[in-house]
């Protein structure tokens, strides 16, 4: 493999990422699991803290690098959270229930659902990390089109990220 020194994301200042659900590295509830999996497709509570003063919006994905995929499994993403905005609430990734401020945009999964699917590795594959990432942005608005995917939006808000908090949850399914 050619280590290419362009494959990461930019370095850029990190602020913090937590929930009352689950501890960086722990475990998620057992309702933040796929519906077919046992849970509920719940997304946790998030807090953060600590975004520079120059923040004009969010931008939010869970990512999980340990889907065997080739590519990951992207499980949810938000941006143009506004920049009042410090936490979400457990359901956020519902849009039927309301919890997400107005004016932030849910992108299709990769199930192409506009919500938060919950963790499902497959039986026997071992733990996967699901990893929240939320993005403070130096713009209020993104243009993204609407049935993009969510490493689209990655690439169309990588020039506008000031600084970057994370919170790895794990799961894994026995065999």
Known sequence: MVNHPNWRLPEVPAFELTSPDFRDGGILPIWA???DAGGEDRSPTLHWT?????????ALTVYDPDAPTGSGFW?????DLPAEVESL??????????????GAVTLPNEYRQPRFTGAAPPAGHGEHRYVFTVSALDVPHLDVPADATPAV???LM???VLARAQLTG?????S
């Open 33 to 35: 699991r796929a519906a």
């Open 50 to 58: 600590g975004a520079p003063r120059e923040t004009r919006s969010y």
């Open 75 to 79: 499980h949810w993403a938000v941006y």
């Open 89 to 102: 609430p457990a359901g956020a990734g519902d849009p039927q229930n309301g919890r997400l401020p107005a």
């Open 153 to 155: 939006l990655g690439f």
């Open 158 to 160: 990588r020039e506008h």
């Open 170 to 174: 794990v799961q894994e399914t026995p």
